[in-house]
């Protein structure tokens, strides 16, 4: 579920019937930190049915939402950080076209695998600008529209 899609946010208006309902699925949740009440429910979810690998959280890993799963999540959860494609995950035949490729475009799939050189940027511009304008001050730093 992808909660920054109104659709699957309010699916999660009673988390737990949805969550009894797909109690036998693994519930993928992208962009955890739009509804960071629901860390709390999860836990109670999560030693009721005593099992590992019910849920997969996704979302920017801001220092409030980090401390909050932490706290309520003592024991139930692991971290693992995605990172784009590494070098290594990209090797074959001409090593030196991929170290290119990969230097000009980044390893972000979409930046990565765009059918050329013009569609890759664009990618990037607008990753670069959602980023600043959108993820940082969601991390809780403030910067200058102008500086953007």
Known sequence: MDLERPSDLNKLNDPEAFFTLNANKLICLDEIQRKPEIFSILRSVIDENKRNGQFLLLGSASPNLLKQSSESLAGRIAYL??????YQE??????M??????WLTGGFPRSYLAVDQRESFEWRSNFIKTFLER??????FKI????I
């Open 81 to 86: 950080e995605l990172t784009p494609f590494l």
């Open 90 to 95: 990209l090797i074959h035949d001409d090593n």
């Open 97 to 102: 076209k991929v170290l290119r490729k990969l």
């Open 135 to 140: 993820d940082i001050p969601q991390l809780g």
């Open 144 to 147: 200058p529209s102008k500086q």
